[in-house]
Every structure is written in structure tokens, then in C-alpha cells.
């Protein structure tokens, strides 16, 4: 079923690009129900807009209210967010729980919201008695101040990992793994040119060297292009031995036929 995001309430914020910051933050994660609270500086904003980087939608969609309650009042389930205790006796919760709740309630049909506070002095207690939860995010207490988009951001994370959880599919797996036969003949070839090589010293400790060599060529999980691949590498070297080889027969043949002359 398609289920609706959460709406997300900012209650009299104050700065446009704060706004447009927000906005962007919901339209990486698939919200777009944006509402905002008394904002300080009337609306729209055309900063906003610019702070946005394209994410027009949900700030053209935006919705303004003058109380909390205005904006909250066609949904089910509200959660505030908050980095003070209160006195109220609500469910505090990390944003995980907290998505993991809402998510729960889109299930059964229901309409969701979560609330923000603005940037001087966050929520009001009044308005957080209005909600039914508390979302708090585990920031270290030496510094609790947290940017409001960066907060959007991470609960509307929270949310696309529960609709939307995997890799996206424009990230194609890669290819299959080479079959054994393909890396028997790759261990093979390259344990027969190091065998040409004078690798294997002292002879004794072949069979232990040889089987280091394939745990760690097989912890590789090489596809076939790459046993192929590999394959080329190790023939390229021989043949370079190869005519190190030679040159070097070469010059021992000239200095022996001029100590002769």
C-alpha cells in the first residue's frame, strides 16, 4: 500500500534558508508535507527557495498556520522533538523508535506529523503536551545544539529506511563470482611461473606457500574478467622475465666472443 509520510511541522521558525534547508532534507527522503507555525518573517520567503537547491516541491505545497494546534489538527499521531527533558509524562524515544511508531500508524491509515521547534528556543511545553511522543536524537551532551534541517534530515532518513530500505537500483550488483575451474586454472598459471621463478624455497614448504596463495587469491572473489585479467598480468611478467633472459645471454655471449677476439 502507499503509505503517507509524516508532515512536517516547523513552529515559528526564523530564517528562510533554514526553511529551504528543510525543504531539501524531505525531498532527499520522499517527504513533501510541509507545514510551517507563525514563521518570523511572514511567507514565502524567496531565500527559501534558493537555500532549497531545487527542492521546490514541498515549498510549494507548504502549508502556513498561526497555532500548533491549526497545523496538527487533521493528524493521528504528532511526535515532538526536543533536546530537554520536561515534565510531561510522554514516551521519549530516538528517532529509530520514533519512525518505527510512525511508520506503524501509516499502516493502519492514519496521518503523522513531526514537530520542530524554532531555532532560538525549540518547543513550547504547551505545544509538546499536544503531541504523543517525544523524539530525542542521542547527541553528545557537551554540545545539543543541533542545525533544524540537519534534525529533519534525520528522522526523514529513519522514514525512507522503512519504506525504502536496500540499495538503489541504479547501483547494479556486479558480476558473478569465477567458478572454481576458473581459479584452479588461474592458481595453476601463476604457481607454475613462480615455480619457473625459483619462488618456491626451500622445496619443503611448496605445499603450505601454494595454499596461502589461494586463501588469499580466493578471499578476492575475483569474476571471470578478473581471472582473465589476472591471467594477462602474470603471462606479462613471464614473457618480460623472459626477455630479461635473453638480453642478459646476449651480452654474456658478446663479452665472451670479445675476451676471445
Known amino acids: 500500500m502507499d503509505l503517507v509520510a509524516p508532515a512536517i511541522i516547523l513552529d515559528r521558525p526564523q530564517l528562510a534558508q533554514n526553511i529551504g534547508a528543510v525543504a531539501r532534507a524531505m525531498a532527499n527522503f520522499g517527504l513533501t508535507d510541509l507545514r510551517l507555525v507563525a514563521?518570523?518573517?511572514?511567507?514565502p520567503?524567496?531565500?527559501a527557495w534558493a537555500a532549497a537547491s531545487g527542492a521546490d516541491w514541498p515549498l510549494n505545497a507548504a502549508r502556513v498556520y498561526e497555532t500548533v494546534a491549526d497545523a496538527i489538527a487533521d493528524l493521528a499521531f504528532v511526535q515532538a522533538t526536543t533536546a530537554r527533558p520536561r515534565e510531561l509524562q510522554l514516551p521519549v524515544l530516538t528517532p529509530r523508535e520514533a519512525l518505527e511508531r510512525a511508520h506503524g500508524e501509516a499502516l493502519q491509515g492514519l496521518r503523522t506529523g513531526i514537530l520542530f521547534g524554532g531555532e532560538r528556543a525549540g518547543l513550547e511545553t504547551a505545544d509538546i503536551a499536544l503531541c504523543q511522543t517525544v523524539v530525542t536524537l542521542p547527541v553528545d551532551p557537551r554540545f545539543r545544539s543541533l542545525n533544524l534541517?540537519?534534525?529533519v534530515i534525520i528522522l526523514a532518513y529513519e522514514w525512507r529506511m522503512r519504506v525504502e530500505a536496500g540499495v538503489p537500483a541504479n547501483f547494479?550488483?556486479?558480476?558473478?563470482?569465477?567458478?572454481?575451474?576458473?581459479l584452479m586454472g588461474l592458481y595453476g598459471h601463476l604457481e607454475d611461473e613462480l615455480e619457473a621463478a625459483g619462488?618456491?624455497?626451500p622445496p619443503e614448504k611448496k605445499p603450505s606457500m601454494?595454499?596461502?596463495?589461494?586463501a588469499a587469491l580466493g578471499r578476492a572473489r575475483f569474476s571471470e574478467q578478473e581471472v582473465r585479467t589476472f591471467r594477462g598480468v602474470i603471462t606479462a611478467l613471464s614473457r618480460g622475465r623472459g626477455r630479461v633472459l635473453e638480453k642478459i645471454a646476449r651480452q654474456k655471449a658478446q663479452s665472451s666472443g670479445k675476451e676471445t677476439a
Open 210 to 214: 601454494v595454499q596461502n596463495l589461494r
Open 149 to 151: 534541517a540537519q534534525a
Open 199 to 201: 619462488f618456491f624455497h
Open 39 to 43: 514563521p518570523r518573517d511572514s511567507w
Open 45 to 47: 520567503q524567496e531565500r
Open 172 to 182: 547494479r550488483p556486479g558480476p558473478e563470482p569465477a567458478d572454481a575451474a576458473s
